[in-house]
């Protein structure tokens, strides 16, 4: 394997490190020794109503159960504002920042407290009660966060929906989660570009039409623009909300009850939600962010990531509230209005960890050092990314450019799935290489598997897989437990595959090679291909199309559609068709980089489709198309590559 940079932790000597690298290891040592006593003693970074004595219950065999601190009581509303109350009340919480159409505010934990009070009351109001689900979808405003603690408050169990899905994928989500209320907006910007929020949940809403329990709409004004309001459904969010007490007494809460579900993508079409447990998850939420991103005080976390993700949940919201910290959010784009929007913010807010991702940090390479060096940000001491992979020299321009070398760069890898971080270095305490997530937090045991399905010793190369549960894993997928256990555990027995393949180097670090299902990541969002082929090809004017994921300079991956058009079918279906329809489908984010109408498509013999060689094709590999043998059709080869390429 190749050597590659290596840089010490000494070269932070101002980095208020969490411990000696001694420490470290005594706790890998306790956690390898004693599982259930190490996470019993981390549960004490939360508050709970009644102590948890029980560790791990369950098993990765069979049916898969995973249970964790079985017997302990809590409220997450609790763990990330009441706890803080008495001892920094007046600290701020939550700082939003709104770019033109908006008003920013800073929120103490005061603040906080009431308008999540007030909202878990005027949810209650409506028939909101323990264990309904409530969907939220919604920019990054403050009332995100506030919408996800009071459902917390009350126990029922929120659903993030991300603005960028399509009504289409909206619907979809609102039948699967038998959500009964949902909280939105009135419009949203991105830029200068509005999002109609509101149109596209009343379009969503009537597309579900009697398969959706939903029966109140609560809408954030983000602006001025009036939307259309149905009486006895749709409620002003202000208006209705600030009317009610500023008090509620939080629901006592099961550790193994349901905190959230949120829809990712896999290797299938139908969109699955996965389902995280309040105790395992509120524990996992404070330990893996204390560990990477330790709130000094006066220290303010922005991270970037939208709510709608995972990293928006534990990044943004638990991980740092349950931890007493301030987190930023923000509705701004990198480089609008002008490039170095997000430096003018980290200046002005005294923003000193930064957390992005890897899209991020090539959009501002992109723009140029001189935009970062017009910036002073003095106040940064940690950089972190998550999302997808990040070369070393994206890693090292974010280390040196950014950072100037004085901060650490966190490359942290996890899943919606595991909740929280599982590979990531504790800064200024381990030795960093860039494009390496280093290795796993204490008490997380990794394990590689070879193309035989052994578990790989020392330097070695697979799939990657988890060897034990760790409190923040996810549950089961919502209302089907089946999938849960075929998706994640049947590669290998006792073991839980990520669906990421990786490697080791002779000093344990982890260097993750990419997925190695059908998932692609663009610009971080996770995209089944088959969801957009399912999706299309519902269409009676598409015969069969395949997608397939190609590198992208900024955005990582992007999407590529090849589809075989009905021939009896004349009207108008054109590459700019499919393409609003992918959008119309499933999201903005899923745009095709490019369409390509064609008669048929590569296959096997046995009548399957051989991705490899259209992503191949669509990536302009012209050298090395691999072994064309398996192929029942030779011929589809030149004609593929006139279509792409415009050449025999
Ligand atoms: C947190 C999050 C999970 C997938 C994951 C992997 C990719 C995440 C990464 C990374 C390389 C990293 N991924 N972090 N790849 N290096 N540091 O992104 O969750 O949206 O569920 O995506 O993202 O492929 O399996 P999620």
Same mark, same amino acid.
């Given at each position: 394997?190749?050597?590659?940079?290596?840089?010490?932790?000494?070269?932070? #000597?101002?980095? #208020?490190?969490?411990?000696?690298? =001694?420490?470290?290891? %005594?706790?890998?040592?306790?956690?390898?020794?004693?599982?259930?006593?190490?996470?019993?003693?981390?549960?004490?970074?939360?508050?709970?109503?009644?102590?948890?004595?029980?560790?791990?219950?369950?098993?990765?065999?069979?049916?898969?159960?995973?249970?964790?601190? %079985?017997?302990?009581?809590?409220?997450?509303?609790?763990?990330?504002?009441?706890?803080?109350?008495?001892?920094?009340?007046?600290?701020?919480?939550?700082?939003?920042?709104?770019?033109? @159409?908006?008003?920013?505010?800073?929120?103490? !934990?005061?603040?906080? @407290?009431?308008?999540?009070?007030?909202?878990?009351?005027?949810?209650?109001?409506?028939?909101?009660?323990?264990?309904?689900?409530?969907?939220?979808?919604?920019?990054?405003?403050?009332?995100?966060?506030?919408?996800?603690?009071?459902?917390? /408050?009350?126990?029922?169990?929120?659903?993030?929906?991300?603005?960028?899905?399509?009504?289409?994928?909206?619907?979809?989500?609102?039948?699967?989660?038998?959500?009964? %209320? +949902?909280?939105?907006?009135?419009?949203?910007?991105?830029?200068?570009?509005?999002?109609?929020?509101?149109?596209?949940?009343?379009?969503?809403?009537?597309?579900?039409?009697?398969?959706?329990? +939903?029966?109140?709409?609560? +809408?954030?004004?983000?602006?001025?623009?009036?939307?259309?309001?149905?009486?006895?459904?749709?409620?002003?969010?202000?208006?209705?909300?600030?009317?009610?007490?500023?008090?509620?007494?939080?629901?006592?809460?099961?550790?193994?009850?349901?905190?959230?579900?949120?829809?990712?993508?896999?290797?299938?079409?139908?969109?699955?939600?996965?389902?995280?447990?309040?105790?395992?998850?509120?524990?996992?939420?404070?330990?893996?962010?204390?560990?990477? !991103?330790?709130?000094?005080?006066?220290?303010?976390?922005?991270?970037?990531?939208?709510?709608? $993700?995972?990293?928006?949940?534990?990044?943004?919201?638990?991980?740092?509230?349950?931890?007493?910290?301030?987190?930023?959010?923000?509705?701004?784009?990198?480089?609008?209005?002008?490039?170095?929007?997000?430096?003018?913010?980290?200046?002005?807010?005294?923003?000193?960890?930064?957390?992005?991702? #890897?899209?991020?940090?090539?959009?501002?390479?992109?723009?140029?050092?001189?935009?970062?060096?017009?910036?002073?940000?003095?106040?940064?001491?940690?950089?972190?990314?998550?999302?997808?992979p990040?070369?070393?020299?994206?890693?090292? $321009?974010?280390?040196?450019?950014?950072?100037?070398?004085?901060?650490?760069?966190?490359?942290?890898?996890?899943?919606?799935?595991?909740?929280?971080?599982?590979?990531?270095?504790?800064?200024?305490?381990?030795?960093?290489?860039?494009?390496?997530?280093?290795?796993?937090?204490?008490?997380? =045991?990794?394990?590689i598997l070879d193309q035989?399905? /052994?578990?790989?010793?020392?330097?070695a190369e697979g799939a990657l897989c988890?060897?034990?549960? $760790?409190?923040?894993?996810?549950?089961?997928?919502?209302?089907?437990?089946?999938?849960?256990?075929?998706?994640?555990?049947?590669?290998?027995?006792?073991?839980?595959f990520t669906g990421d393949g990786a490697k080791?180097?002779?000093?344990?670090?982890y260097w993750i090679t990419g997925r190695m299902d059908?998932?692609?990541?663009?610009?971080?969002?996770?995209?089944?291909?088959?969801?957009?082929?399912?999706?299309?090809?519902?269409?009676?004017?598409?015969?069969?199309?395949?997608?397939?994921?190609?590198?992208?300079?900024?955005?990582?991956?992007?999407?590529?559609?090849?589809?075989?058009?009905?021939?009896?079918?004349?009207?108008?279906?054109?590459?700019?068709?499919?393409?609003?329809?992918?959008?119309?489908?499933?999201?903005?984010?899923?745009?095709? =980089?490019?369409?390509?109408?064609? #008669?048929?498509?590569?296959?096997?013999?046995?009548?399957?489709?051989?991705?490899?060689?259209?992503?191949?094709?669509?990536?302009?590999?012209?050298? =090395?198309?691999?072994?064309?043998?398996?192929?029942?059709?030779?011929?589809? +080869?030149?004609?593929?590559?006139?279509?792409?390429?415009?050449?025999?």
């Amino acid at each position: 394997m190749t050597d590659h940079t290596l840089i010490p932790a000494r070269n932070y #000597p101002d980095y #208020p490190a969490l411990m000696t690298p =001694e420490q470290l290891q %005594a706790m890998r040592e306790q956690a390898q020794r004693d599982p259930d006593g190490f996470w019993l003693q981390q549960a004490r970074r939360i508050h709970w109503c009644s102590r948890p004595t029980q560790g791990f219950t369950g098993s990765f065999e069979n049916d898969v159960s995973i249970s964790w601190f %079985a017997d302990g009581t809590l409220n997450a509303s609790v763990c990330c504002i009441d706890r803080h109350l008495t001892d920094r009340g007046d600290q701020v919480a939550l700082i939003s920042q709104r770019e033109a @159409h908006g008003r920013s505010e800073k929120l103490t !934990y005061t603040d906080l @407290h009431e308008r999540v009070c007030r909202l878990a009351n005027a949810l209650t109001h409506l028939g909101v009660e323990k264990g309904h689900r409530v969907a939220i979808c919604l920019p990054m405003v403050a009332e995100a966060v506030v919408s996800m603690l009071a459902c917390a /408050r009350i126990g029922a169990v929120h659903v993030v929906l991300f603005g960028g899905f399509s009504a289409e994928g909206i619907a979809e989500r609102l039948v699967d989660s038998g959500a009964v %209320a +949902v909280i939105t907006a009135n419009m949203a910007w991105r830029g200068n570009k509005p999002v109609a929020y509101k149109q596209s949940m009343d379009e969503a809403l009537r597309k579900a039409g009697g398969n959706s329990g +939903v029966h109140s709409v609560l +809408v954030v004004r983000t602006s001025e623009e009036a939307v259309p309001m149905l009486p006895g459904r749709d409620y002003d969010f202000h208006d209705f909300v600030d009317n009610f007490e500023a008090d509620f007494v939080p629901a006592v809460m099961r550790a193994e009850d349901p905190l959230f579900m949120l829809y990712t993508s896999g290797s299938t079409g139908k969109p699955k939600a996965v389902v995280h447990a309040t105790g395992g998850y509120m524990v996992w939420a404070a330990y893996t962010m204390g560990m990477v !991103y330790t709130h000094q005080p006066g220290d303010v976390l922005w991270c970037t990531a939208d709510v709608a $993700w995972i990293t928006g949940h534990t990044s943004v919201v638990y991980g740092p509230l349950a931890n007493g910290g301030t987190t930023m959010i923000s509705d701004s784009l990198p480089t609008y209005p002008q490039p170095g929007r997000w430096f003018d913010l980290i200046d002005e807010y005294r923003v000193s960890m930064l957390f992005t991702a #890897p899209t991020a940090v090539r959009a501002m390479m992109a723009e140029g050092d001189a935009v970062v060096n017009r910036h002073n940000l003095g106040s940064l001491r940690l950089l972190g990314v998550a999302g997808e992979p990040i070369s070393p020299d994206a890693w090292l $321009w974010y280390h040196d450019v950014v950072g100037k070398k004085r901060c650490p760069v966190a490359d942290t890898w996890w899943q919606t799935e595991t909740a929280g971080i599982v590979l990531g270095p504790i800064p200024g305490v381990q030795s960093l290489k860039p494009g390496s997530a280093t290795m796993p937090l204490p008490g997380v =045991e990794m394990a590689i598997l070879d193309q035989r399905g /052994r578990v790989e010793q020392g330097a070695a190369e697979g799939a990657l897989c988890i060897a034990r549960s $760790w409190p923040g894993q996810a549950r089961t997928i919502w209302g089907d437990h089946a999938r849960f256990c075929q998706t994640y555990f049947s590669m290998a027995p006792g073991l839980y595959f990520t669906g990421d393949g990786a490697k080791r180097d002779e000093d344990g670090y982890y260097w993750i090679t990419g997925r190695m299902d059908d998932v692609i990541n663009i610009a971080g969002h996770r995209l089944g291909t088959a969801e957009v082929e399912d999706a299309l090809g519902a269409d009676h004017r598409i015969v069969e199309c395949a997608a397939v994921g190609v590198e992208h300079p900024v955005k990582g991956q992007a999407l590529v559609v090849f589809a075989i058009p009905r021939k009896d079918v004349t009207a108008g279906l054109d590459e700019a068709g499919i393409s609003r329809l992918v959008v119309q489908l499933i999201g903005r984010y899923a745009a095709p =980089e490019a369409v390509y109408l064609v #008669p048929d498509l590569p296959r096997t013999r046995s009548g399957k489709i051989v991705r490899r060689l259209l992503r191949k094709i669509a990536s302009g590999d012209t050298n =090395e198309l691999g072994d064309l043998s398996a192929l029942s059709d030779q011929s589809i +080869v030149p004609m593929l590559r006139e279509r792409v390429w415009g050449q025999m």
